[in-house]
Nanobody
Framework: QVQLEDSGGGVVQAGGSLRLSCAASGRTSSIRDMGWFRQASGKEREFVAA????????SYADSVKGRFTISRDNAKNTAYLQMNSLKPEDTAVYYC????????????????WGQGTLVTVSS
């Protein structure tokens, strides 16, 4: 079983940057893709970004392409989400996850979730 702890959220002004971290523990040898999802107040959880096991493939939601960068350090069992040029509409609770993520949404299978970290972007 894998446990995820995400962190790095906070309050930032529009145009600013934040870096989220997702630290995995437990049965880390079983981790496949790692990714980030977000859920804004009153909205459904949505996909943000994902990275494959060895980092060779990445995927981004259209709304964050060119602004967000996902990476991972397998030696540290940690994934990162660098968020630049933040907009008020990026305000949400961000959740990291592991599983099969870089596939069509109907084929996704998530193995574990973090507890979430709140990102607030003020205008």
């Amino acid at each position: 079983q894998v446990q995820l702890e995400d962190s790095g959220g906070g309050v930032v002004q529009a145009g600013g940057s934040l870096r989220l971290s997702c630290a995995a523990s437990g049965r880390t040898s079983s981790i496949r893709d790692m990714g980030w999802f977000r859920q804004a107040s009153g909205k459904e959880r949505e996909f943000v970004a994902a990275i494959s096991r060895l980092g060779a493939s990445t995927s981004y939601a259209d709304s964050v392409k060119g602004r967000f960068t996902i990476s991972r350090d397998n030696a540290k069992n940690t994934a990162y989400l660098q968020m630049n040029s933040l907009k008020p509409e990026d305000t949400a609770v961000y959740y990291c996850a592991t599983g099969r993520i870089i596939v069509p949404s109907t084929a996704r299978a998530l193995d574990a979730w973090g507890q979430g970290t709140l990102v607030t972007v003020s205008s």
